[in-house]
Structure formats: C-alpha cells, structure tokens
C-alpha cells in the first residue's frame, strides 16, 4: 500500500496548444479512495493514465509511495486496473481463474493459493473456490473478476469508469460493492467517473478537473458546501444548484430588494455584482413577497419533499456538466402542500446558506 | 420509441428481424447457427439473404462507439470485422426499452481459435497462430490503435498460404490515437500475455490442448515476436556514409516482410559520416496492393505472395521475363490461375477459399513431382488434388460461434 502524488504532472499531446493535463497536484493518502470527476474532455481519463503509465508525462512527476514512476513502465508500476478485462474461463476452477495471473508473473503455487484463499475470504467466495465459474450467480462471477485483480495486491487499484457498460440499477448496487470492498482492503484506489453521484458516494475525496485543471479537490462533504468556484458549484449536486448574478449593496447583496447579508470584508474587492449560489434546498417560501419572484412550471412530488421547476426574471447562470442546459430555478419545498404549477412564488435564501462568486474569476469569496 | 437502423447499406430485410425481441430470445428460424460459448454479450449469427451476420447487444452509447471504431479501422485498412449497421429505439412487447444491436458481417473463411484447436492441429500451427496475432497487433499500434482487449477470442483467423492472418473482431474497448506511447503498447502486450495464457489454461483444462503445449510459453512468443517485428519495422539503423546500399536493404527487408515504406528519414551526423534511418511511415500489404494492382485479385499477404512467385515462375518458363508485367500477369491469370480455380466442383467451394485452394495446388504438386522425380504439370495437380485431398477437407466459409467461451461478469445480479 502507498501513498500517490501528482506533482505538477503536465500532459501535452502534440500539435494541441493546450494541456490536457495541466500542473496536476494532488496528493492521495495511503489507503484513500480518491474521484477523478469532470465533464469530458477534462482530462481525468488522462491522469489516471499517467498514474498507470500509458501516458507519457510532458512535466513534473508522479510518486507512488516514495518511488518516482514517472519514466517506468506499467507493468513495474505496481497498479492494477481493475475491471479492464474480466471474462472468466469455463474449464478453469474459481480458483484458477482467480490466481492464473500470479502463475503467469512467476508467483509460486504456495503463495498463489494463500492470497486466494486470503481473497475469497474477503469476498465470500471460499466455499466456491474449487467449483467451475458456470455453478456461480452473476454478483459472485463478478467478484470472482474482483479478485483476479485482488490477488496481485497491488500498492493501487486504478479504475476507469468501470460501471460505464451498467444499467442504473446494477450501477448502484455496483456501486456500494467496490465502496465497501475497497475500505476493508484498505488498498489506495483511484477512481475515475464523469458521474457526479457516483463521485460524491464513493469517494474518500473528490477531485473535479475542467480543461485539464484541477478546480477543487475535497472530501464531498466539504465539496458541496464549499464549493471553490462558480464551475464546481453547478457541477456538483443534483438537482443543481441555482446560479445568478446579483448587484452588491450596503452589507450584502440584493435579491429583488431582499437584502442577503455578506460580510463586509469579503465584498471588498469584487466590483458592482457577485455570483449568488443557492441550492434549492437551501431556499424558503417568504411570506411578504420579497425575494426572487418565481412562476411555478413543473412541481415534481417526491413525498416529502417536492421539487418546483420555474421561471424567474433573474437572469440564470447555465450550469455545467451533466447539469448543463438546465436553467430553470429549482426548489426543494415542503412535499404536503407544494405550491401549484402557474402560481407565483418568493423564495428566499435560509440564512447562512448562500455563496458568494467574483463575478469575474467565478472564485468563491469569503468562507 | 422509434426503431431507428443506422448502416451504410441500407437493406429492407433488416426490418424483418425481430428487434422487439430480446436477443437472447430470438426464434431459431432466425439464425445461421446458435453460438458454441457464453460470450460477455449476448451474440447470435443470423442470415440475411446470401450473408450471415453477427449481431450483439449491447448499451446504446458502446454500440455507438464501437461501430463508428470499426469503420474506421476499416478506413485505415486494419484487418477487422466489417461493421454493417447499429439499431437503436428497440422496445419489447411490453414496452420496456431494450439494449442496442451492434450488426457485423460475418467474415467469410474465418476460423476461430476455438475451432482450430478442435481440429488436429500440427505442432507449428500454434505458432502460426501466434504470429498473425503479433502481426495484426503490430499493426494495430502503427496505426495508433490500442486494443485494450488483446484475446484469442476477440480474433478470427483466415488460411493465409499455409500461414494465418488474423482479424480484429472486438473493438469495444479500443481507442485511437494519433500515436501509441510506449506504455499503451506495453499495456496492450501485458494484457495480451494475460489473456492469451489463460484462454490457453482453459483450453487445456478442457483437454482440448496438446500436452506439450504450453500456455505461458505460447502466449510469451506473441509477445516476443511482436517485439522482432516492430524493431524490424521501426528501429533507427546507423552507418557510416560509405555504406548507402543499407538503405535499399533495409526497405527490402521490410518488403519481405509484407510492408511498404511510405516515409523513410534520412539524417547525417554534424561530421557527414554518419547516417541514421528511420522508417517514419510503413504500410502493411506489399505483396497484396501488388498482386491487386496486377491482376485485380485481392488476397491475403503470404497468398498474394505465392501467387507473385507463380507469376514470375510462369514469366519465366514462357520467356517473357522483359515483357510489361501488367500484360504477363493478365496471361497469367486466364491461363494459370483461373482455370485451376474454377475447376473446384461446386459442392467443394465452401471448402476454403479459391486463393488458398490455389496455394495448395501448387504444394500438391511440388509434392507430386518430388515422389514423382520429374516436374508434374499442374493440370495433373489440380485432378489429383481435387479428387484425393479437398473432399477429407472441413467446410470453412462459415465456421459460425461466438467461441470466446466466457462468461458474462457482469450479467445480472442475484
């Protein structure tokens, strides 16, 4: 098991001006399941492939423990890409179909069945070793591919969206799988997804790239309360969180005469509008028609809570990655009396629960 | 939803299949043949008028994906699969969406390695296997391909003049690059080593492999002969200036090898005496685009090959070595390869190819001539050959199954 670090890593290919990989620094902790998240074409795929090393890095290094991969080949790399291959042999015993990988790296027989029994173990499949693949149900066929990439035990597990080929339901159930397997195995695990759910469900940490930069990397608490730019504030959370610009006034910024206080201090240097962010959860029904004006479009009842689509003068920032393109302002409200589709309705920010952009630099301002 | 068929074929037939049927499910009536294994994906062969095709199931964006990848390998000139169409908008009678079809032509005369090994294979077709694969793997990564999914049962392979060539058949998980670095390539051998082992072991398990066979030395020779090859192709050579006939001798190694160099580069030292080459650009298929340009026959490479030699042996014997090529091999054609070829009796064509019939001829009778100590006439080779070898061979146009005996991981949950 090892520690991983980007340390300013750069990915240029030829002929592009731009990198596609561009100073990446991150540094994952021995035993972290760190997301690589973003829309695509944002470079994650391609850091997770120079970590492996089927990507040439252009500069800066990559560690993993104390060692310098950066110039070795994939295989003296010790990473495993897990899920890449994972057809199973019908004449070959559970067993061997977990363990003929060792046999081929030169691994002696002893050995290959102590870390196959030590895996089977860890994955339920003890009493099933010795069967053929076609005795097993398809959740433990697929642990048996698990555990082919187990039993090299590997110092990190590299995963390129494995659960890409799922349908939704077997992607959640997927989904939980590796998250537990991978805390009890306790082995550094990088994992890349343009999914955002996934990101913030699995992940010890989350790392959101955009055109080859790196814009936050956090655990996903941190991640959706403290989003550190206008780009990861839409990115993150579903439904996405509502984006727009408003003037700044005397101790806050205005809402259609609403006042959300914002610290002095922080409103300082930002110029005559900010970027105001507010997740629909985070909004109230106000009583005295201050606030944003919203005409209702669609009500989505989920029970207890019910989701209102609607349409507001305010000008709306896009949003990006899967969420882009939705634009209308959307509100979690009390799901036992929901406004009605064509009412007009106030909503207000809950105290505390606003943030604050540069309007500028899309950086976030203040705490 | 709208059933919605993308091909660059447009054939009406294609809405009579049952695409409202899940796969797996289709009525025998439809299919050519029902697959021998458990492939990661639902498989079957069907008929459609003369052709048989293959047809995959598979999540929308992939099927996407994968075709618009074959089409352009094909583009590049890559031994692979023709791809023939996707259906997307399928939906079952009870109105639930279903998976995508990925549609492929099936290729005609294609073995897969499963059937091969159920045959008696010599000891050196083993090898010969192995060696199609690293060529087709070579080729693959010149053209900036990684494959991702290097297998015995993502290949198929064709007679190739005694030799094999072999096809790419499943692009899903391969990607194209400008170039490969040396780490994809890596990745690509590794994963080949691992596979091509263990489909081996499973073979063996299976008692389907000769005992002293053995898989790990096996799937290392791929690998090795990868390495030979891509050197020969690629490697920089140094020499002194005095020496510039290397440079012709390196292109003719390369074209014996069955590549054409499109873009050598030539560099000196600062002192002059020196030279570094490089080949920049090769392109597989020397003996092939010639025997084409030549005759309009279209071949495979160690085939074409024997036919050119025939070619300039008929040039000879006639004594026409200083007459134009073009004219020659026309004659050659109407005289030499065509009669023998059509004089396979109907019920026989489906035996092997017309190319590889042709090959086989001409062994028959080298081996004629030698028990015989005088030249046979190939007349004479062709009658005997015909009636004592070609009907103990098996029918191979459409030797049909999915044959990548493996199992469906990730399938269903319990």
């Known amino acids: ?367 | 939803m709208t059933l919605e068929i993308t091909t660059a074929r447009p054939e009406s037939a294609l809405l009579d299949l049952p695409w409202s049927t899940p796969l797996e499910e289709w009525p025998e009536s439809y299919l050519a043949a029902l697959p021998r294994g458990i492939s990661r994906h639902v498989v079957r062969f069907v008929k459609l008028g003369p052709r048989v095709l293959a047809v995959k199931e598979i999540k929308d964006d992939i099927a996407d994906r994968e075709y618009a990848m074959l089409r352009n390998l094909r583009r590049l000139d890559v031994p692979s699969v023709e791809p023939f169409g996707v259906v997307h908008g399928r939906t079952a009678a009870d109105g639930e969406p279903l998976d995508a079809c990925l549609i492929t032509r099936h290729l005609q005369f294609s073995l897969p390695y499963r059937a091969l090994y159920s045959q008696n294979l010599r000891p050196d077709t083993a090898v010969r296997l192995m060696d199609a694969l690293a060529v087709l793997l070579v080729r693959l990564h010149l053209e900036g391909f990684w494959w991702g999914d290097v297998s015995l049962s993502n290949t198929l392979f064709r007679r190739d003049a005694g030799a094999f060539a072999a096809y790419l058949v499943d692009a899903e998980t391969g990607e194209l690059h400008a170039r490969l670095s040396d780490g994809q390539r890596e990745h690509d051998l590794d994963i080949a080593r691992v596979n091509i082992a263990g489909e081996l072991m499973d073979l063996a398990a299976g008692g389907f492999l000769e005992e002293h066979a053995d898989p790990f030395e096996v799937s290392a020779s791929v690998i090795e002969r990868y390495h030979t090859l891509w050197n020969a192709l690629t490697g920089t050579e140094r020499f002194e200036v005095g020496d510039r006939w290397r440079v012709d001798e390196r292109i003719r190694r390369l074209n014996e090898l069955g590549f054409d160099v499109d873009e050598l580069s030539m560099t000196t030292d600062i002192g002059g005496t020196e030279i570094v080459i490089t080949p920049k650009v090769v392109d597989a298929g020397h003996h092939s685009r010639r025997l084409l340009r030549l005759t309009g026959l279209d071949v495979g490479e160690n085939q074409a090959r024997r036919l050119l030699n025939d070619l300039d042996a008929y040039a000879a014997a006639t004594d026409r070595q200083g007459d134009d090529e073009e004219i020659v091999a026309h004659d050659w054609l109407a005289k030499i390869y065509e009669p023998v070829t059509r004089a396979v009796p109907r019920e026989l064509t489906g035996r092997l190819e017309p190319a590889e019939i042709f090959h086989e001829v001409l062994e028959h009778r080298w081996y004629m001539s030698e028990r015989a100590g005088h030249d046979t006439p190939i007349e004479d080779a062709l009658r005997d050959y015909v009636a004592t070898v070609l009907p103990a061979k098996p029918e191979e146009k459409a030797v049909l199954g999915v044959d990548t005996e493996e199992m469906p991981v990730i399938s269903r949950f319990d």
Do not use: W
Request: hydrophobic share 40%; with cysteine.
């Open chain 1, 1 to 367: 098991m090892a520690t991983v670090t980007f340390d300013n890593a750069t990915r240029q290919y030829p002929g592009n001006p731009i990198p596609s990989v561009d100073k990446l620094n991150i540094e994952i902790a021995d035993g972290e399941f760190l997301v690589l998240v973003g829309p695509s074409g944002c470079g994650k795929s391609t850091s997770l492939r120079m970590l492996a090393g089927l990507e040439e890095v252009n500069g800066g290094r990559i560690l993993i423990g104390d060692r310098d991969v950066t110039n070795l080949s994939p295989k003296d790399r010790d990473v495993a890409m897990v899920f890449q291959n994972y057809a199973l042999y019908p004449h070959m015993t559970v067993a061997d179909n977990m363990g003929f990988a060792l046999k081929i790296a030169g691994v002696d027989k002893a050995e290959i069945r102590k870390r196959v029994e030590e895996a089977a173990k860890i994955l339920d499949l003890t009493p099933y070793l010795d069967r053929k693949p076609k005795a097993l149900s398809g959740g433990q066929r697929q642990r048996v591919a698990m555990g082919r990439a187990i039993v090299r035990s590997p110092q990190v597990f590299l995963m390129d969206e494995p659960l890409s080929n799922l349908d939704a339901k077997l992607r959640v159930q997927t989904r939980t799988q590796i998250a537990s397997l991978q805390r009890r195995l306790g082995v550094t695990t990088v994992y890349v997804t343009h999914d955002q759910v996934e990101a913030m469900t699995m992940g010890d940490r989350v790392a959101v790239l955009k055109d080859g930069i790196l814009q936050q990397c956090d655990s996903p608490r941190r991640m959706y309360d403290h989003p550190a730019n206008v780009f990861v504030a839409g990115f993150i959370g579903s439904p996405a969180m509502n984006l727009m610009e408003v003037p700044v006034t005397d101790g806050g910024v205005d809402l259609h005469g609403h006042t959300v206080p914002v610290a002095r201090e922080d409103l300082a240097n930002v110029g005559k509008n900010v970027t105001l962010g507010v997740r629909p959860e985070d909004l109230e029904l106000s009583s005295d028609q201050s606030g944003i004006p919203v005409t209702v479009d669609v009500v989505e009842e989920l029970g207890a809570d019910a989701y209102i689509y609607g349409s507001t003068e305010q000008k709306l920032l896009e949003a990006t990655g899967e969420n882009a393109g939705a634009v209308p302002f959307i509100a979690r409200v009390d799901g036992r009396r929901p406004p009605e589709k064509g009412d007009k309705i106030y909503l207000k920010p809950k105290s505390g629960h606003v943030h604050v952009f540069n309007a500028e630099s899309g950086l976030r301002v203040g705490d």
